[in-house]
């Protein structure tokens, strides 16, 4: 066996893949008559072992629930004003206490924060009927939570440190994600992917600002040329796993009056992917700005 396939292996493998994996290998060292090299490959498998479990250790060293759970100063009565003074249509949706925990738990934010605070008293919140949802612990009728919905998008597992978290998202295909250094320098400031440019716009605003950004300001402006005549009588029963593609494509030329275009309810989730494929499509063709 050559080092440079050990470090493969190392490399490639990761928690529960490589233990059984190095339990693999310990035993075709038998199969080794020389002397040197099993002391040479044990010794690098020992290595590789340590560091990985290090990296595992540091994943895993996550804040306990009561260090999240904010006993003196939540977050949540502040934003409950904001709810009930709102100029908007807000819908706080019901949650289960249980899940809230875990999603609480597994995103490592504080209920001392707005998010914390959205997360752990909510199943999310939609606005302007359902045509803009903020993630909360989810619910039946948003059955998406923030932690469920980032994993796999921008973290692999639950304590990793994501470049930007996916908070909330809308109708026309828009998402929107707070900055942890993806986009820029502003960090902690929310992005929106706009579904007629697929770039990262800033909005120039914290998380706690971009609720009070959606409760109360003028949503007609923000989207406009995102909505069609029409768009409140399909939006009351909208699921919430569900958002509108529409063809032409909104980012492109013949897309530009929505008016024209067709539109179809998909999944959600195949839209984000969809739409993260075709902007480094755009990109790599220099059509776009690098994000």
Request: proline share 3%; aromatic share 14%; net charge positive.
């Amino acid at each position: 066996m050559s080092f440079h396939k050990l470090n493969q292996y190392f490399f490639f493998s990761y928690k529960n893949i490589f233990r059984p994996l190095v339990i693999k290998i310990i035993l075709s060292l038998e199969k080794i008559s020389s002397i040197s090299m099993k002391s040479a490959i044990k010794n690098l498998l020992i290595l590789g072992f340590t560091l990985m479990s290090a990296v595992t250790f540091a994943q895993n060293k996550m804040q306990s629930l009561n260090e999240l759970i904010n006993q003196t100063d939540p977050a949540w009565p502040l934003v409950q004003k904001w709810i009930d003074s709102a100029k908007n249509k807000v819908q706080v949706l019901e949650f289960d206490s249980v899940e809230a925990k875990n999603v609480l738990f597994n995103t490592q934010v504080s209920t001392y924060s707005t998010l914390g605070a959205v997360i752990y008293n909510s199943g999310g919140i939609m606005v302007d009927d359902g045509w803009l949802r903020i993630l909360g612990s989810g619910s039946k009728k948003l059955n998406r939570s923030v932690s469920e919905w980032n994993k796999g998008k921008t973290i692999q597992e639950y304590g990793d440190k994501p470049t930007y978290l996916l908070v909330a998202d809308d109708a026309a295909g828009g998402f929107f994600a707070i900055n942890y250094g993806a986009f820029g320098e502003d960090l902690k400031n929310v992005y929106y992917l706009a579904p007629n440019s697929l770039k990262w716009e800033p909005l120039g605003l914290g998380y706690s600002e971009f609720i009070r950004f959606c409760f109360d300001s003028d949503l007609s402006a923000f989207y406009k040329g995102l909505r069609w005549s029409t768009w409140n009588q399909f939006i009351a029963n909208l699921d919430g796993s569900k958002s509108y593609s529409f063809r032409p494509y909104l980012w492109s030329e013949e897309g530009t009056d929505i008016e024209k275009c067709k539109r179809k309810l998909v999944s959600t989730e195949e839209l984000f992917k969809f739409n993260m494929e075709k902007q480094k499509e755009l990109n790599t063709k220099g059509t776009t700005e690098p994000q």
